[in-house]
Every structure is written in structure tokens, then in C-alpha cells.
């Protein structure tokens, strides 16, 4: 059998504490330039565009996708803020997984329990491929939930048949 490679971006959707951050950002920025046109006037042009641009990049900061990388049988996951920063958030091998199932399976919630970490890698919605992936990482028992596309679950399946609980 050949290397097997497959990608898969998910977008995190925006909740109601990004909007509520967001309105905070706006209104911090609203307020510390009226503070700088009344205190110091002469750097009002300068404080405008510092914190204009600060805004902005606080703002854009939330707009994340995942990135999945499913390499012959290691999983890495990174993190997208705004379509250019790219940072690894964890590299598994799904061998290591002591069970996946439906974040929402009850018949197997007893495996995907005793975790000390919960890790979400999902675009925040419960969907018809949200799973829970338990494994040891960094000496702590990990929960990980995240949304593997139909090629990645069938490269899983394929290390780890008995492991995986796929919904039906």
C-alpha cells in the first residue's frame, strides 16, 4: 500500500463571545481616542492610527480555521488565524487513540470519559462528523474533538478498526 496524505480545513464559526469581544475591541478603541484628542491633542493623528490598526488585528485574530493533515496514520492539526498565520497544535498517530466515536454516541461515552484535557479542534457545531478521540498526550489523558471528513475517518478506520465507532 502506498503513502496515504489527505487535508482538510474547518472553519471555527463565530460565537457569541467573539461578537461580544469584537464590541469590546470597538469600544476600547472608540474611547482611548477620545481620551488621547482631549489629553494630548498633538498626538491625536498618531493615537488614531496606532489603535485603529490595533483594533483591526484583534478583530481579525478571530477568524480561525483548522487545518487536518492525515499522514500515514499521524494526524496534525494547525491552527489558521486569518487565512495567514499558521501555528501546530498537536501531532498525534492515531495507533495511540484508545477510542473515536460521535462526540453524541451514547452506546460508547464510557470510553470517551476519565479525560483530564478536553482539546477542540471543531468548528464549534455539532455535526454528523464531529467525533471524540481519546489518547494519552504529554502524560495527561486527552479529549480531542474535531470534524474528520469522510477520507480522513476511512484512513483512520483503516489503522484502527476496532477503535472506531463510526455513526451510523
Do not use: C
Not at 477510542?99 to 453524541?104: D, I, L, Q
Amino acid at each position: 500500500m502506498g503513502d496515504i496524505f489527505k487535508e482538510q480545513l474547518v472553519s471555527k464559526k463565530r460565537t457569541a463571545k467573539d461578537g461580544m469581544i469584537t464590541a469590546l475591541v470597538i469600544l476600547a478603541a472608540i474611547l482611548l481616542v477620545a481620551a488621547s484628542f482631549l489629553f494630548i491633542p498633538q498626538a491625536f493623528v498618531l493615537v488614531v492610527i496606532i489603535v485603529a490598526y490595533g483594533a483591526y488585528w484583534l478583530v481579525q485574530r478571530q477568524n480561525i480555521e483548522y487545518e487536518y493533515s492525515f499522514t500515514n496514520g499521524d494526524l496534525d492539526i494547525d491552527k489558521i488565524i486569518n487565512k495567514s498565520k499558521r501555528k501546530r497544535l498537536i501531532s498525534v498517530s492515531v495507533k495511540d487513540f484508545e477510542a473515536m466515536a460521535h462526540v453524541e454516541d451514547k452506546d460508547h461515552s464510557h470510553e470517551l470519559s476519565g479525560f483530564e484535557k478536553t482539546l477542540d479542534f471543531s468548528s464549534g457545531e455539532i455535526k454528523s462528523n464531529t467525533y471524540a478521540a481519546v489518547f494519552m498526550h504529554n502524560n495527561q489523558k486527552v479529549k480531542m474533538i474535531f470534524e474528520p471528513n469522510e477520507e480522513i475517518l476511512k484512513g483512520i478506520f483503516h489503522l484502527i478498526p476496532r477503535k472506531l465507532h463510526i455513526k451510523k
